[in-house]
């Protein structure tokens, strides 16, 4: 427990010596509510030691499932020699007086658990000040951690109203089926390919998808093409990219809604551009309608391209653009927090933070991953990719709301398989699609109704 402070601080340090005298009392006087003074503050949220104390011990006596009173709780304090620390009978003897109203303890309960989050914030700030005038400090890397420990402040157990009955939340769900564009949990976004958006319906806000493949197997060109289908439906999206430039992207984008062969999107070794004239104005014209476009592109570098750099540009681009989709390319190229972590470790701590920034923001996260390799080292032909391949990556498969693996059977020819063997509150699928090279993008093929077998 910490000690109590010195009382020429304790009138310029958030406290409220009544409020903690309050709840204390509340205790003694009605045992019933105990429990539920539990679930609201803890002992270190005391501000004076006697008081800690006092708590601390009324709570053990809970624990044991024995009674509690005045008398009970002095002879425990004395059995454990904190008799004179809280305060002796005389304290005691007033803190089974000083409630105003025994009702009223749960608001004194919150007082106190609120006084208690404004002092470790200031303890934070402090530690933030002393960080920073640390000589070789990374400023991303203590912004990241600073927001980490105000963010646990926030959702400290502190407090137990996190709870939500069971008619709020049937409510909310009545909210989303009767006014999905009002609702706070908002409508399923396309992502644009037809037999996805026919058996699944899209992307669920607030949820975590992982597009898995083989190296140059497709992965940016699926991403692309669902970022591009947002866009033309208004929806903002960020794409973050860690294997090519904002230019690049913007040229993958334009090929696919120009029809333009992409490889045109180069100059010569003349240095001249090779789009035909005709095409050429058709590019301009696109070029300004971009414009009107929501989706932002970054291609992240140094310490950006951690999933804390990520994750701050995440927080300001949804604050300042409301955007919807957050995808990033790839999982495996996100640079490490801390170079003493492994590359599983790495990839656990970037796919778990995916997850709980979509939930945080409200937004759906597209994460490109790379398949785990060492399934098919002994293998003549790659085979069909199963969860399995991702569970030696790290916790992206426990993570992931929907996992998309995408499979070229047959390296001699564009056709393509997205199996889906994991879909939240769904079943797994499989559709047959093609891959138009020039324009990036993939075509629908036959679809496969039944799907199963495989997926472990």
Same mark, same amino acid.
């Given at each position: 427990?910490?000690?109590?402070?010195?009382?020429?601080?304790?009138?310029m340090?958030?406290q409220d010596?009544?409020a903690?005298?309050g709840v204390?009392?509340?205790?003694?006087?009605?045992p019933?509510?105990?429990d539920?003074?539990l679930?609201?503050?803890?002992a270190?949220d005391?501000?004076t030691?006697?008081?800690?104390?006092?708590?601390?011990?009324?709570?053990l006596?809970?624990a044991?499932s024995k009674?509690?009173?005045i008398?009970?709780?002095?002879a425990?304090?004395r059995?454990v020699n904190?008799?004179?620390r809280?305060?002796?009978?005389a304290?005691?003897a007033?803190?089974?007086?000083?409630?105003?109203?025994?009702?009223?303890a749960p608001?004194?309960a919150?007082i106190?658990?609120?006084r208690?989050k404004?002092r470790r914030l200031?303890?934070?700030a402090?530690e933030a000040?002393?960080?920073?005038m640390?000589p070789?400090?990374?400023?991303i890397?203590?912004?990241?951690?600073?927001?980490?420990?105000?963010d646990?402040v926030?959702?400290?157990a502190?407090?137990g109203g996190?709870?939500m009955?069971?008619?709020?939340?049937?409510c909310?769900?009545?909210?989303?089926?009767e006014?999905?564009?009002?609702s706070s949990?908002g409508p399923?976004?396309p992502?644009?390919?037809?037999?996805?958006?026919d058996?699944?319906g899209?992307?669920?806000?607030?949820?975590?998808?992982?597009i898995a493949a083989?190296?140059?197997?497709?992965k940016s060109?699926?991403m692309k093409?669902?970022?591009n289908?947002?866009d033309?439906r208004? =929806?903002a999206? &960020?794409?973050v990219?860690?294997?090519?430039e904002?230019? @690049?992207?913007a /040229?993958?984008?334009?090929s696919?809604?120009?029809?333009?062969?992409g490889?045109l999107?180069?100059?010569?070794?003349?240095?001249?551009?090779?789009i035909?004239?005709?095409?050429?104005?058709?590019?301009?014209?696109a070029?300004?309608?971009?414009k009107?476009?929501?989706?932002?592109?970054?291609?992240?570098k140094?310490?950006?391209?951690?999933?804390?750099?990520?994750?701050?540009?995440a927080?300001l681009?949804?604050?300042?653009y409301?955007?919807k989709?957050?995808a990033?390319d790839?999982?495996q190229?996100?640079?490490?927090?801390?170079?003493?972590?492994?590359?599983?470790?790495?990839?656990t701590?970037c796919?778990?933070a995916?997850?709980q920034l979509a939930?945080?923001?409200?937004?759906v996260?597209?994460?490109?991953?790379?398949?785990?390799?060492?399934s098919?080292k002994q293998m003549?032909?790659?085979? =069909?990719?199963? &969860?399995?391949d991702?569970r030696d990556s790290?916790s992206? @498969?426990?993570? /992931?709301?929907?996992?998309?693996f995408?499979?070229?059977?047959?390296?001699n020819?564009?056709?393509?398989?997205l199996?889906?063997?994991?879909?939240r509150n769904?079943s797994p699928?499989?559709?047959?699609?093609r891959?138009?090279?020039?324009?990036?993008?993939?075509?629908p093929?036959n679809?496969?109704?039944?799907?199963?077998?495989?997926?472990?």
């Open positions: 427990m910490k000690s109590c402070q010195s009382n020429s601080n304790a009138a340090v958030p010596s009544e903690e005298m204390i009392g509340a205790m003694l006087l009605e019933t509510i105990v539920e003074i679930a609201l503050v803890r270190p005391f501000y030691e006697a008081n800690q104390i006092v708590f601390h011990a009324i709570s006596l809970r044991d009674p509690i009173d008398t009970l709780l002095t425990h304090l059995d904190q008799y004179d809280a305060g002796g009978g304290y005691l007033k803190l089974s007086v000083s409630v105003a109203s025994v009702s009223n608001a004194y919150q106190v658990a609120d208690a404004l200031i303890e934070l402090n000040i002393a960080d920073a640390t070789g400090s990374d400023p890397t203590l912004a990241e951690t600073m927001r980490a420990k105000i646990q926030a959702a400290d502190s407090g996190g709870c009955t069971l008619h709020a939340a049937a909310q769900r009545l909210e989303l089926l006014h999905p564009e009002q949990l399923l976004l992502s644009g390919i037809g037999c996805l958006d058996t699944y899209g992307f669920r806000c607030g949820g975590s998808y992982v083989r190296p140059g197997k497709g060109a699926l093409q669902i970022s289908a947002l033309l208004g =929806r999206t &960020l794409v990219s860690l294997e090519m904002e230019h @690049e992207i /040229a993958r984008i334009l696919e809604r120009l029809s333009i062969d490889k999107f180069e100059v010569d070794e003349a240095g001249v551009c090779q035909p004239e005709p095409e050429m104005q058709s590019l301009r014209t070029v300004e309608d971009c009107h476009s929501l989706m932002r592109l970054h291609a992240p140094g310490r950006q391209a951690t999933i804390g750099g990520i994750a701050a540009l927080r681009m949804k604050a300042k409301d955007i989709v957050i990033i790839y999982l190229l996100i640079h490490k927090s801390d170079p003493r972590q492994s590359d599983y470790e790495t990839v701590e796919s778990k995916c997850k939930r945080e923001l409200g937004v996260v597209l994460l490109l991953s790379q398949l785990n390799r060492d098919e003549k032909q790659p085979r =069909r990719p199963r &969860l399995s991702l790290g992206i @498969e426990q993570d /992931a709301d929907g996992v998309i995408l499979h070229q059977p047959d390296e020819c564009d056709d393509f398989e199996v889906v063997p994991k879909w769904d699928g499989m559709f047959n699609v891959l138009v090279g020039e324009f990036t993008k993939f075509e093929g679809y496969h109704a039944e799907f199963s077998g495989y997926t472990s």
